[in-house]
């Protein structure tokens, strides 16, 4: 694309220059009308040329009034200028024309570019549809609300817009068109990042509220005694029980049915060694009746880490271990978060 605009400068030159040539030719044909006129009005001499041939022959003479020479000089004169602006005109013609090649062929390239561009926000408006449906399906799953607000119409200009009797201002519309519907792309993408953050913010929170939430049995066994009123294993007589007893083998491990801090790990009178973890929220659990402790007080705890061993500490008649749950300090049937 370099090539033309040199040789238009080189053009606008060669045109210049035979502009003045022009100009001067002009001025001194007449200022040679002026001398043979002036010249004619003084003398009405002939002018003779003599032709002598290398070879014997007749010398030939040519006979001519200054009339006749101001005649031939102007016929010269005219001829000359004659060429030299068809010339002139020649070259500028040639140089429109060659302009006018190299600016159809920019004009073809920007098109190609215009409808390269259209199809890409084509692709992109495409690509925020599929974003728009997966964002739905998260939030029905996640069962979040739908953020207000409609979401922002876009669409590219297709090739025909591009095509028609006004070029110019056709591909101007295009591009118009073209940077106004990434602008809108450009919001709703960022609307799309802060409704995913907003999303990923929901979900994370609450996978740390499942992960802090008893879903596992702490310990493989049977159930020997549920929770609620039951008679005392010791006097008979009926009183609160405020978890459950899982019967194992002694030495089986206990584990953590959910994240947490270990706030307590001692040994108490009637639940002999017993662990209590804090998983946040108001809700505890504790275990008792433990052979050890395999945990010590402030410990953070994942699901499924080791707490201690299953033993018969304390007030107990046999190898088990006692099972709490508590939500804000009140006891909760230990089943609701038992698979």
Not at 54 to 76: E, N
Not at 166 to 193: C, V, Y
Not at 248 to 275: M, T, Y
Request: hydrophobic fraction near 35%.
């Amino acid at each position: 694309m370099h090539y033309p605009r040199v040789i238009f400068s080189h053009l606008q030159i060669i045109s210049i220059k035979l502009r003045d040539l022009v100009v001067l030719l002009l001025s001194k044909v007449v200022e040679c009308g002026f001398r043979l006129k002036k010249r004619i009005q003084t003398s009405m001499d002939h002018y003779t040329v003599l032709i002598v041939p290398q070879k014997k022959s007749t010398v030939k003479k040519i006979s001519a009034t200054s009339t006749h020479v101001l005649w031939a000089v102007s016929s010269v004169a005219v001829l000359i200028m004659a060429s030299c602006y068809f010339t002139y005109s020649y070259l500028s013609f040639k140089m429109d024309y060659s302009e006018l090649i190299a600016l159809k062929q920019l004009s073809e390239a920007q098109k190609k570019q215009l409808d390269t561009l259209a199809s890409k926000v084509g692709y992109f408006e495409k690509r925020m549809e599929s974003l728009r449906e997966y964002e739905n399906r998260i939030r029905v799953m996640a069962e979040l609300v739908k953020p207000k607000g409609q979401y922002l119409g876009v669409g590219g200009p297709s090739r025909e817009d591009t095509l028609g009797r006004h070029e110019a201002e056709r591909e101007t519309r295009s591009l118009s068109r073209i940077h106004q519907s990434m602008d809108q792309l450009i919001a709703e993408a960022d609307q799309k990042e802060r409704s995913f953050k907003e999303i990923i913010e929901f979900l994370e929170k609450k996978k740390s509220i499942l992960s802090r939430t008893p879903s596992i049995w702490p310990v493989q066994g049977w159930v020997t005694s549920e929770f609620g009123s039951r008679p005392s294993p010791f006097s008979g007589a009926r009183e609160f029980h405020a978890g459950v007893d899982i019967a194992s083998r002694s030495g089986k491990e206990v584990v953590a049915p959910a994240d947490g801090i270990v706030s307590e790990a001692e040994r108490r009178a009637d639940l002999g060694n017993a662990v209590v973890v804090d998983h946040g929220n108001g809700l505890s659990t504790l275990y008792g009746h433990l052979l050890q402790c395999a945990v010590t007080k402030g410990k953070f705890v994942r699901r499924g880490e080791v707490l201690g061993y299953v033993g018969s500490t304390g007030k107990s008649t046999g190898s088990h271990l006692h099972y709490s749950v508590y939500l804000n300090n009140i006891p909760v049937n230990p089943r609701k978060y038992l698979p």
